[in-house]
C-alpha cells in the first residue's frame, strides 16, 4: 500500500476498510438469523470471534492509517501534539534511561534539545499493538496515544471488555457459550457503531487538524 499522505488518501483509506467489515458483519447477522434451529447456536458462537476480528482489526487499521497521515504532512515535530512526538524520538528516551554511555546520553539529550524543530519521522510499523486482546484499557491506550478523547467510549467498556472480548476468549478456548440470536445482533449493532464513531473521531481530527499542538 502507498504511504498515506493526503486527505483524500486517508478518506479512501478509511472507507475501504469500513465498508468490507460492515458488509461481513452484515452478511453474519443474516446466517445467524436465516441458520436452522439445531444449527443456531454453533453459527453465533463461530461468528462471536468473527465480530471481535473486526472490532480489533478496525481500530488498529485506522489508527495506523491515520498515523501514517500525520507522518505524511512532513510538519517538524515541535508543531506536533505530544502524543505523535512520542512515536518518533520514543526509542531515544529508551535510550537515555537505558545506557550507561555517556556519549549516547549527551547525544540523545542534544536531540531533545535542539532538534525537535527538523522533520518529524514517526515509526509506524508496529506502532499499534492492540495485544491481540483489545480489552477497553488497551482500546484507551491506543485512542490516547493518537490524540482520541475517550469520554464518549466510556459508557461502552463494559460491553467491550465482557459482551466482546470475554466471550471471545471462552469460545477460543473451547468452552461453551450459550448466546441467543438476537443478543448477537444487539453486540454486532454496538460493536459497528463504535467502529463508526472511531472512524469519525479520526475524520473529525483530520479535517480541525487537531494533530498539531496548535489546535
Same mark, same amino acid.
Given at each position: 500500500?502507498?504511504?498515506?499522505?493526503?486527505?483524500?488518501?486517508?478518506?479512501?483509506?478509511?472507507?475501504?476498510?469500513? @465498508?468490507?467489515?460492515?458488509?461481513?458483519? @452484515?452478511?453474519?447477522?443474516? @446466517?445467524?438469523?436465516?441458520?436452522?434451529?439445531?444449527?443456531?447456536?454453533?453459527?453465533?458462537?463461530?461468528?462471536?470471534?468473527?465480530?471481535?476480528?473486526?472490532?480489533?482489526? *478496525?481500530?488498529?487499521?485506522?489508527?495506523?492509517?491515520?498515523?501514517?497521515?500525520?507522518?505524511?504532512?512532513?510538519?517538524?515535530?515541535?508543531?506536533? #501534539?505530544?502524543?505523535?512526538?512520542?512515536?518518533?524520538?520514543?526509542?531515544? &528516551?529508551?535510550?537515555?534511561?537505558?545506557?550507561?554511555?555517556?556519549?549516547?546520553? &549527551?547525544?540523545?539529550?542534544?536531540?531533545?534539545?535542539?532538534? +525537535?524543530?527538523?522533520?518529524?519521522?514517526?515509526?509506524?510499523?508496529?506502532?499499534?499493538?492492540?495485544? *491481540? /486482546?483489545?480489552?477497553? #484499557?488497551?482500546?484507551?491506550?491506543?485512542?490516547?496515544?493518537?490524540?482520541?478523547?475517550?469520554?464518549?467510549?466510556?459508557?461502552?467498556?463494559?460491553?467491550?471488555?465482557?459482551?466482546?472480548?470475554?466471550?471471545?476468549?471462552?469460545?477460543?478456548?473451547?468452552?461453551?457459550?450459550? &448466546?441467543?440470536?438476537?443478543?448477537?445482533?444487539?453486540?454486532?449493532?454496538?460493536? +459497528? /457503531?463504535?467502529?463508526?464513531?472511531?472512524?469519525?473521531?479520526?475524520? /473529525?481530527?483530520?479535517?480541525?487538524?487537531?494533530?498539531?499542538?496548535?489546535?
Amino acid at each position: 500500500m502507498s504511504k498515506i499522505k493526503t486527505k483524500d488518501q486517508l478518506q479512501n483509506s478509511l472507507d475501504k476498510d469500513f @465498508a468490507w467489515r460492515l458488509k461481513e458483519i @452484515a452478511n453474519l447477522k443474516i @446466517a445467524v438469523r436465516t441458520s436452522e434451529n439445531l444449527s443456531k447456536k454453533t453459527v453465533v458462537r463461530a461468528a462471536i470471534p468473527l465480530l471481535y476480528g473486526h472490532w480489533e482489526g *478496525f481500530i488498529k487499521k485506522a489508527s495506523t492509517y491515520y498515523l501514517e497521515y500525520v507522518n505524511g504532512q512532513s510538519l517538524p515535530y515541535n508543531e506536533l #501534539k505530544s502524543c505523535f512526538i512520542v512515536f518518533g524520538v520514543k526509542k531515544k &528516551i529508551n535510550d537515555l534511561v537505558s545506557s550507561k554511555n555517556s556519549a549516547v546520553s &549527551i547525544s540523545t539529550l542534544d536531540f531533545l534539545r535542539g532538534e +525537535l524543530n527538523q522533520r518529524a519521522n514517526l515509526k509506524i510499523e508496529s506502532a499499534i499493538r492492540t495485544e *491481540f /486482546n483489545l480489552s477497553s #484499557k488497551v482500546f484507551e491506550n491506543i485512542a490516547s496515544s493518537i490524540g482520541i478523547n475517550t469520554a464518549s467510549y466510556e459508557s461502552r467498556y463494559h460491553l467491550i471488555d465482557e459482551s466482546l472480548l470475554n466471550r471471545r476468549n471462552h469460545i477460543a478456548h473451547g468452552e461453551y457459550l450459550d &448466546i441467543d440470536t438476537e443478543g448477537f445482533r444487539g453486540l454486532a449493532d454496538e460493536i +459497528l /457503531n463504535l467502529l463508526r464513531t472511531y472512524k469519525t473521531d479520526i475524520e /473529525n481530527s483530520v479535517s480541525l487538524e487537531r494533530y498539531k499542538i496548535s489546535a
